[in-house]
Structure formats: C-alpha cells, structure tokens
C-alpha cells in the first residue's frame, strides 16, 4: 500500500494566509495542517508516500518535510504544474503506485478514524468513506438504496441523503485506468467524483461511514475552530 498526500491548490479560501505559502504548511495546533495526514498513514502502517502539491511552494514544502525521517517513512514529491483537479493531481501518481494499491487523503482533511483496518483488509477496488453533514448542497453526497452505493452527486440541489463523500479514497491501481476514462468538467478540472463513479459503475466498491470526527481545514471558519480545538487538546 502506497500512501499519497493532495497538498496543492491556491488556497484561495484562507486568503491572504495563503499569500506567500501553501495552506498545507499553516499551523493546526502545535504542527503544519499536512503533519496530520501524514500520521493518519503512518499510523496505518503506510511508510512510502507521494506529496504532490504545486510550483510556488514545492520548496517549502521539501524544507519542511524533508526525506520522511522525522516521520519515520519516505516521502517523495510530485509537481503539479496544472491546476487541473483532485483526479489531475491523482494521475501524476501513477508510476509511484505501479502495481501496488493506494490510500490517498486530501491534504486539509484531519480525521480521527484509524485506517489501519481498512488498509489491511482491502479487498475491493477503491473504498469510500462518508459522513453525516447538515450542508449537504456543499459535497460530493453519496446515493444509496438501502446499503448499496449507486453514484455520488455533485453538490446537488436536492440532495438524496446527507452523507458526504470525504476527502479519504483506498484504491488499487485500476484508479488510473478510470481516470483515463473520465472528462474534464466544466471548470477544466479532472473530478474526483467522476472517478469514483466511474469504478462505483464498472468495477467493486465499498464504503464506510465515519463516527468519528472529521474536519475538511481548507475554509477559514473551519481553519480558525480547528486550530483552537487542537491547539486546546495538545
């Protein structure tokens, strides 16, 4: 199991923190916001992970990072020279990956669920994690009937249940073939979502529902409060 961190984008939504370096390096408690993905894989047991993240501050994010020794696994680093979406950034893996399967996390999204087991007892072709939100016109939402995942929509209008799609995917490497697969939206960007349809339709996927808590740090109000929570509980 490979293990790869989405650390790029402009972070236009904590502007003007982001003016001069990369939202994944601003400080969540006593450590940068990338510090608490990277534990959620080595705590599972994921020592080779892949950090992509863009050219303005790539070098920072190697300064801070280093070879992984801190951490006690090995990091290598990716550029995404494009702003062409979560998928766009997922592509550039693909020779890291290889043959092997991989966990990926969004680079703001902070979690408490151990993923130890579902890394272990992987068995399917990707794995989805959901949670129950009040705002559901703002995610991925995924449909059910009964238990059974049938699609995620979009930030929909009329959303058919209240669990969000999380920025947690398990794959194996037949990610990249449905990435190849997908268009680019609207917005020129490769999307997620349409990834993970393709295989919900195509191939076997599965899907958890988080308990515990989980924190997408990427807005100012949810930057501000998870701070404080962390910061308090240190």
């Known amino acids: 199991m490979k293990g790869i961190i989405l650390a790029g984008g402009t972070g236009s939504r904590l502007y003007p923190l982001t003016k001069v370096t990369n939202k994944h390096l601003l400080p969540i408690g006593s450590f940068p916001m ?3 993905p990277i534990t959620s894989l080595t705590k599972a ?3 080779d992970i892949m950090v992509v993240t863009g050219t303005g501050h ?9 070879s992984g020794r801190e951490y006690e696994c090995e990091f290598t680093f990716k550029v995404q020279d494009q702003p062409d979406g ?3 950034a997922l592509k550039l893996c693909k020779n890291f990956v290889g043959q092997d399967n991989c966990t990926v996390i969004l680079g703001d999204n902070i979690f408490e669920r151990d993923l ?21 016109r703002r995610f ?3 449909v059910f009937t009964r238990d059974a995942l049938d ?4 930030k929909p209008k009329k959303p058919k249940s209240n669990l969000a799609c999380v920025g947690i995917y398990i794959y194996n490497n037949i990610v990249f ?12 960007e490769y999307e997620i979502s349409s990834v993970n349809n393709y295989i919900i339709k195509h191939h076997k996927c599965k899907h958890a529902i988080l308990k515990d808590s989980w924190i997408d740090a990427g807005t100012m109000d949810s930057y501000q409060a998870t701070n404080k929570l962390i910061y308090e509980n240190e």
Do not use: P
């Open 34 to 36: 990338i510090h608490y």
């Open 116 to 136: 130890t087991k579902d890394v272990q007892n992987f068995d399917a072709d990707a794995k989805l994690f959901f949670i129950e939100v009040t705002n559901s």
């Open 58 to 66: 790539m070098g920072d994010m190697i300064t801070m990072l280093g």
């Open 151 to 154: 699609k995620i929509e979009e």
């Open 45 to 47: 047991g994921i020592t």
């Open 177 to 188: 073939d449905a990435i190849d697969n997908i268009k680019k939206s609207r917005r020129g």
């Open 86 to 88: 979560i998928a766009g």
């Open 140 to 142: 991925g939402i995924g």
